[in-house]
């Protein structure tokens, strides 16, 4: 797993008693997670099925990687835990393989929301893009340059639409921006 640290705090991000993941779910999943201290850690994980595994294996472990992050969270003195999740929505794939992958990332990822009871909620591809690059259709070059402006050690281009997505949660004047409230739209969990 790859991954960076920014102590920076932007904008008006206050201290909330539970996180916010965001993710661009892939077999390179990048990934954003906003800690209730306001720190923010992102990075990307491979998920790339390993020889002699089954199909359902890489999605068994996205799902403790994810378990594995809740645990983390919900560890500190006084951490409650992953508030909201929000994802990249991805509405077209350039080839039937990575259809399949992104629903099975997505299926595993809702069904471990609801089991969680945590909040999600997608965000287009097309909204996250004009949000960082003022584009709808900027490429994955120009979404790293975004994200490397806002202050960030990118790496990757998923990390970088994870970033994209959890600075668009963020700067979402209404609820789920403060990781103790709910999404817009998706799943709800009280």
């Not at 509405?91 to 089991?115: I, K, M, N």
């Not at 004047?173 to 709800?188: F, I, V």
Request: charged share 20%; net charge neutral; glycine share 14%.
């Amino acid at each position: 797993m790859h991954q960076h640290t920014n102590d920076t705090h932007h904008a008006t991000l206050q201290a909330t008693p539970r996180a916010i993941l965001a993710l661009d779910l892939g077999t390179t999943t990048g990934w954003a997670l906003r800690l209730a201290d306001g720190s923010v850690h992102h990075g990307f994980v491979s998920f790339k099925p390993q020889r002699f595994e089954g199909g359902g294996m890489r999605y068994l472990r996205f799902r403790r990687w994810l378990s594995d992050l809740l645990a983390t969270t919900a560890s500190g003195s006084n951490a409650s835990g992953i508030g909201a999740v929000y994802f990249e929505e991805v509405r077209r794939h350039l080839g039937v393989d990575a259809a399949h992958a992104y629903g099975g990332f997505l299926a595993t990822l809702t069904s471990w929301c609801e089991h969680h009871q945590i909040a999600y909620q997608g965000v287009p591809v097309g909204t996250l893009k004009r949000h960082a690059t003022g584009k709808g259709n900027a490429g994955k070059v120009e979404m790293v340059s975004a994200m490397k402006a806002r202050g960030y050690v990118v790496a990757d281009d998923n990390e970088a639409d994870a970033l994209a997505v959890l600075d668009w949660a963020l700067a979402q004047d209404g609820p789920g921006t403060s990781g103790d409230e709910q999404p817009t739209g998706g799943a709800r969990h009280g």
